[in-house]
Structures are given as C-alpha cells and as structure tokens.
Nanobody
Framework: VQLQASGGGLVQAGGSLRLSCAASGRTRSRSAMGWFRQAPGKEREFVAAINWNGGLKTYADSVQGRFTISIDNAKSTVSLQMNSLKPEDTAVYFC??????????????????WGQGTQVTVSS
C-alpha cells in the first residue's frame, strides 16, 4: 500500500488545518488507517485511528475534541480535520495503514505502510 499525505502548513494558534492521505495499491489488505506525529526531539506518537468502514475511531487524549478523523472509501482517502490548534501540535504528521485496527492503535511498530510526512507548524 502506498500512501500520499498532503495538507500541512503554517497556522496561528486557534486556527485549523485539514490533512489528507490518499491510499493506493493493495488497500484491501489493510483494515485501518491512522495518523501519527513526531515533534523535534521526540518520539513518534499516535494521534488518531479509523477502521475502513469509518465505524470505529480512536483519538489520543491530547487531541480528543479538537481533531476529527474521517474516511472516504470511494477515494481511499483518510482525512484529519484539526481545529483549535496549539503550538504543541507542531510536528511532522504521518499517515499509516495497518493490517488490523489494533496495529494502528496498540502495535505501531508493526505498521509497514507509512506516508511521507507533512509538516504542521502552529505559531503562538
């Protein structure tokens, strides 16, 4: 599965951005997709996950209520709507596809499909 992320940029605190991730290839081999982020000097962390039919979603506590993950099955695209952005949301954001939902949420070391990363910078 190949993943192409887009939509990052620079925004002021309190603003919004929308990230998208288009999947191609053997998408049927993956049951879920998600977003992770990595800030400078920090480890990559989980942000949000969604299963392929959109019925199951999980968010990190730090983004709950501010970020919304969604999926367009027809376009094999996952989006992350980010509202009320904070400077601590600044990071490179990566999309990922997992064989199972648990792979995304609990076992990210087993993810073998990653997008290229898109920079999100939130100024104070």
């Amino acid at each position: 599965v190949q993943l192409q992320a887009s939509g990052g940029g620079l925004v002021q605190a309190g603003g919004s951005l929308r990230l998208s991730c288009a999947a191609s290839g053997r998408t049927r081999s993956r049951s879920a997709m998600g977003w992770f982020r990595q800030a400078p000097g920090k480890e990559r962390e989980f942000v949000a996950a969604i299963n392929w039919n959109g019925g199951l979603k999980t968010y990190a506590d730090s983004v709950q209520g501010r970020f919304t993950i969604s999926i367009d099955n027809a376009k094999s695209t996952v989006s992350l709507q980010m509202n009320s952005l904070k400077p601590e949301d600044t990071a490179v954001y990566f999309c990922a596809a997992g064989e199972t939902y648990n792979t995304i949420v609990r076992r990210p070391a087993h993810i073998d499909s990653w997008g290229q990363g898109t920079q999100v910078t939130v100024s104070s």
